[in-house]
């Protein structure tokens, strides 16, 4: 990322977002979903199951953090591709919820314009305004989101 690119704030008169459920996000490159300990637990619940149960089928470990897994062809392990949902939508991982107000999305205009590529509700729908968004942000689970 070319930082000269970037500047503070560039989202300052709000942005517009709403989700078109393509399902775009939750398959093609590889990524990390990371999940948090209030959210294993949900998870873990939501399927009946006991959290070490939850985590070995269905997570692994990068250092710290616990990520969800994915399908061979890349798609989140709990994407259903026949109907093109996610299979655990109630209690999804606070990243997905957050998308596209991450703090690495919102670091450059430049970022958030490449990921209009992939997502086409960027950019459509709903008004984000800079106070919202700023709520948003402060939400993210981590700060290299
Ligand atoms: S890629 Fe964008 S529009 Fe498609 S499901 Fe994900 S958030 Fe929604």
Redo the contacts with the bound molecule.
């Keep these: 990322m070319n930082s000269t690119l970037c500047n503070e704030h560039w989202w300052s008169e709000g942005l517009y ?10 398959r093609g490159e590889p990524g990390c979903v990371w999940i948090t300990e209030d959210e294993i637990k949900k998870i873990a619940e939501f399927f009946s199951l006991k959290e070490r149960e939850f985590l070995s089928k269905y997570t692994y470990r990068i250092d710290e953090r616990v990520t969800l897994r994915e399908k061979r062809n890349g798609e989140c392990v709990f994407y259903d591709s026949e109907s093109n949902r996610c299979t655990i939508y109630k209690v999804r991982p606070l990243q997905c919820r957050l ?2 107000f991450w703090p690495s999305l919102m670091a450059c205009k430049e970022n958030w314009e490449r990921e209009k590529l ?5 950019g ?1 729908g709903e008004y984000h305004s800079a106070q919202k968004i700023e709520k948003l942000l402060a939400h993210a689970p981590y700060e290299d989101l």
Excluded: H, Q, T
Aim: charged content about 15%.
């Design positions: 977002f709403s989700c078109l459920g393509c399902g775009r996000c939750c998308f596209p992939r997502c086409p509700g960027i459509e």
